[in-house]
């Protein structure tokens, strides 16, 4: 069977339609379905079929489309053993990170790459949501992205790499009335006005998982996916949020209140993700070595909340 034939599959698999397949190759429609005409001829059996004005693949093409990843991997690791003849890894990695997460890891991981001076890393920060992470990992060589601890992890022959446990605080003004608390429930801020993220976003499912857990339903007042404008927010008195531990600016509890929720454990996880076939590429596992050390940095050295007692590390990276 012919690779790009079976590259053109693997793409309509991730991407879902002939018109995303074409601009992401820079062939024009009509080219790519010929392709795909192609390899059925090939094969001999139907792997696409109509589904309204597009086309979605049948089982066979989703059991090729598996299959091609495999293929196209063996020969990312037949380049890699050309490239790992050479002294250093080099070559451009394609990055997307979440922005808070990017606000907590990039610079230290640039820093570290430093070191790397063949390997250069192109970021652009994404507002990704779960469901967004499979597309991404078509345009982009690494995909740092984050998920409730209680929710599904990402599929669908995606290698994932945990970095690391990030805790879920609870972040009240500083004069709050459960500001001196060491910890608080859930229950007690029932009637509180709360500002979280889009519903179906990462820190919005944790919310929501441990209102069902304890039947203390949240007042949501405000949904703002930028957390520096929600920690402004809180800071101004209009609500309390649950944010992350270590990505959250405090400013040693001068300027917001991070108090970890008694009786439940609420975190995200933050995973590098990506295809099996950019693993194999010297340059991104030197980036992928980067981010485990810059997550175990940051986990290791923000554990305790600045403005609370000293407690034991919840986050680690591999």
């Known amino acids: 069977m012919d690779v790009q034939r079976l590259r053109v599959l693997r793409e309509l698999a991730d991407r879902g339609s002939v ?30 079929e109509p589904a309204g004005r597009g086309l979605r693949l049948t089982d066979a093409g989703r059991v090729l489309a598996a299959e091609a990843e495999g293929v196209l991997a063996a020969l990312a690791r037949a380049d890699a053993a050309v490239e790992g003849l050479r002294t250093t890894p080099r070559g451009l990695v ?21 070191e790397r001076p063949e390997v250069d890393v192109s970021c652009r920060d994404v507002d990704m949501s779960p469901a967004d992470v499979l597309a991404l990992t078509a345009d982009f060589d690494v995909v740092v992205t984050h998920r409730d601890e209680h929710g599904p992890a990402p599929g669908h022959g995606r ?4 970095l690391l446990r990030e805790p879920l605080d609870v972040v009240l003004p500083p004069g709050h009335r459960l500001a001196r608390r060491r910890k608080v429930r859930l229950d007690e801020l029932a009637g509180e006005s709360w500002i979280s993220v889009e519903v179906g976003w990462p820190v919005d499912d944790v919310l929501r998982s441990l209102a069902v857990r304890t039947g ?23 609500g309390i949020a ?33 295809r099996p076939s950019a693993a194999a590429r010297p340059a ?35």
């Open 19 to 48: 018109t995303a397949v074409a601009a992401a190759l820079s062939f024009t429609p009509s080219a790519i379905s010929q392709q795909l005409r192609a390899l059925a001829d090939e094969v001999g059996m139907a792997l696409t």
């Open 94 to 114: 394609r990055m997307a990170m979440f922005p808070s997460g990017a606000r907590m890891m990039l610079a230290g991981v640039l820093a570290r790459l430093d």
């Open 242 to 274: 649950l944010l992350p531990r270590y990505s959250t600016d405090d400013r040693g509890g001068r300027r917001l209140v991070r108090r970890p929720l008694a009786g439940v454990r609420a975190a995200r996880l933050v995973e590098a993700v990506l």
């Open 159 to 162: 290698l994932v790499v945990p």
């Open 216 to 238: 203390a339903t949240p007042r949501v007042v405000q949904r703002i996916n930028d957390f520096s404008v929600t920690e402004t927010l809180v800071a101004a008195g209009r």
């Open 284 to 318: 991104v596992r030197a980036v992928l070595d980067a981010l485990s050390a810059e997550a175990a940095a940051v986990s290791g050295s923000r554990a305790a909340p600045a403005s609370g007692p000293a407690r034991a590390v919840e986050g680690a990276a591999p």
